[in-house]
């Protein structure tokens, strides 16, 4: 075999062999269809928070109101959302506080 | 110790603070212990805690130093996110069966910079906050884990890849299956813990449906400013609560749901709350109702009167139904046991139920130990040795042996230890496991 039909039997190899992330994802029978369902609904429900936070400090019931969405549901995001940096508290507006999306530097 | 060795003197079943006594002071004693925990961190409940009562020292700083010292120290081998499968008498001591369940991370590689945390697209309710908040599908549990390691939760992983293309150590592995390891040992110290009495188990409170109807681990997390919400404030909407309700015995002392028992510790964490929230909000209108408030230890009595005494409304009356109303606040049928039995009924912004404790393992399948009409452990001698089992050999600690507070959960650690000790001793067991190996 000459150099150039050993690199293309090399590359043929690696293309067959399976990545570790697809051998779990085999194992585990892949993302379950209620996974699939929350991971699509969870983008859909960011994407709305993020833009209606986009247009300026909100507390949760007006971000619900805004998004269409229930505010237990507007809370757990958006509390999720802060955890890992996306939104900062703002000030106390009568019993709810406001937030706003963090700026990114 | 970073190797799993094939022989350990003591055997630990649980990583709580009851665990991690029991560990150290038989590591004091020059025994060597393997501490098995099912979580993926040491620490147990009182990590999650907000504040201690009648101290109110902060938990987490007076839990992490036994944290430390039991990870640190050179006579434990602590083995977390594992479970004991199997327990035999094995003349001398015991063969037990341990599943070292599948991290997908390397855990000596992983330096827990959470990267992989940062990089994960999915967000899923946290179990540490008790649903209360989210943490991704490959997580740290918290800042105070023991180890300090992620661990990928598969069920809810979307199979992109990106933790593994972040790690700095490249320590992701999705490879990785569970192992099963047999090790022996010449005693065991069962510490497994507590769980809370389901809060769907009295229906007519609302537990587990109507949001605003919290778990009392639930209003810790929320309490605390490294918590899901930063501060306490409302699950539904995110209200700063002005009004909430506590209700006593929600979970024990009673037959209908199974929880007979008195549970210790409810009357003192409802007062511990509720005054620690008299002092977060200013103004807050706090009401306990009780059918008896049970204050019996060390600082308790004193406690009681003094958050009295801050403005803790504490009532004698038997809550009967919890409704939802608008604004998903929350309305209260209950009995005024001081006026006649006389029925009222009150608007909350939140309500906790104080639940009681019961049991988190049964050991059923695992070791052939007695449990009590209770639910617990078994011991044999209530009175004089609490810590011993139906099985010579295997000792009881913490709330694995009933409901009980963290100083008497630390003060039971230390004699089932010390109980160990002796039998070990007495059997011999090193000089018998080594003479054993040889043969």
């Known amino acids: 075999m000459n150099d150039t039909q050993e690199n293309q039997a090399a590359a043929a190899q690696t293309a067959r062999e399976k990545r570790p992330i697809d051998i779990l994802r085999e194992r585990h029978g892949g993302m379950s269809p209620e996974m699939k369902d929350y991971y699509k609904e969870q983008t859909r429900i960011r994407k709305l928070l993020g833009e209606a936070l986009g247009k300026g400090t909100k507390t949760v019931p007006e971000l619900a109101r805004e998004c269409g969405l229930e505010p237990q549901v507007t809370m757990w995001n958006l509390m999720a959302m802060r955890r890992y940096g996306k939104v900062v508290e703002e000030e106390l507006r009568g019993d709810y506080y406001a937030y706003r999306l963090k700026e990114v530097k | 110790m970073d190797e799993f060795k094939k022989r350990y003197d003591g055997l630990v079943i649980g990583g709580g603070i009851a665990g991690m006594q029991a560990a150290l002071d038989l590591a004091e004693q020059d025994y060597e212990v393997l501490l098995i925990e099912k979580d993926p961190s040491i620490g147990g409940v009182m990590v999650g805690l907000n504040k201690v009562f009648p101290t109110l020292d902060c938990s987490s700083c007076i839990c992490t130093p036994r944290m430390a010292e039991s990870v640190h120290h050179k006579n434990i081998k602590i083995q977390a996110y594992s479970e004991v499968t199997s327990?035999?008498?094995?003349?001398?001591?015991?063969?037990?069966?341990?599943?070292?369940?599948?991290?997908?991370?390397?855990?000596?590689?992983?330096?827990?910079?959470?990267?992989?945390?940062?990089?994960?697209?999915?967000?899923?309710?946290?179990?540490?906050?008790?649903?209360?908040?989210?943490?991704?599908?490959?997580?740290?549990?918290?800042?105070?884990?023991?180890?300090?390691?992620?661990?990928l939760d598969v069920d809810h992983c979307t199979f992109c890849g990106r933790c593994a293309k972040v790690c700095p150590t490249q320590c992701v592995d999705y490879t990785q299956e569970p192992e099963d390891v047999e090790v022996d040992v010449g005693a065991v110290i069962i510490a497994s813990g507590l769980l809370i009495t389901p809060m769907d188990a009295k229906a007519e409170y609302g537990g587990g449906k109507l949001i605003n109807v919290l778990n009392p681990l639930g209003m810790e997390a929320i309490q605390s400013s490294s918590g899901p919400y930063g501060r306490p404030l409302r699950p539904s909407d995110g209200k700063v609560p002005r009004k909430i309700a506590y209700v006593q015995c929600a979970g024990s002392r009673d037959h209908s749901i199974g929880v007979p028992y008195c549970s210790r510790v409810c009357c003192m964490y409802a007062l511990k709350q509720a005054l620690l929230l008299r002092h977060y909000i200013h103004g807050i209108d706090i009401t306990i109702y009780h059918m008896d408030i049970r204050a019996f230890g060390k600082g308790y009595e004193q406690f009681y009167r003094r958050v009295m005494k801050e403005g803790v409304k504490v009532v004698k009356g038997k809550v009967a139904k919890i409704t939802e109303v608008e604004n998903q606040d929350l309305m209260l049928r209950v009995e005024m046991l001081d006026e006649g039995g006389r029925v009222d009924e009150r608007r909350y912004d939140l309500v906790v139920l104080s639940q009681g404790l019961v049991p988190a393992w049964d050991g059923k399948g695992v070791v052939d130990i007695e449990l009590g009409d209770d639910g617990f452990f078994k011991s044999v001698s209530p009175k004089i040795s609490p810590v011993l089992t139906t099985q010579d050999g295997i000792f009881i600690a913490g709330v694995a042996a009933g409901p009980k507070d963290i100083p008497d959960a630390i003060v039971e650690a230390g004699a089932a230890a010390m109980e160990a000790a002796v039998h070990l001793e007495r059997i011999g067991f090193r000089e018998r496991a080594l003479a054993a190996s040889r043969g």
Do not use: M, W
Request: include cysteine; charged fraction near 25%; charge should be positive.
């Open chain 2, 87 to 151: 327990i035999r008498p094995n003349d001398p001591g015991f063969k037990v069966t341990v599943r070292k369940k599948a991290r997908y991370v390397i855990e000596d590689k992983c330096i827990g910079c959470s990267q992989c945390e940062l990089a994960c697209p999915v967000d899923v309710p946290h179990e540490f906050d008790h649903g209360l908040g989210a943490r991704r599908a490959i997580y740290i549990p918290h800042g105070n884990a023991i180890p300090q390691v992620a661990t």
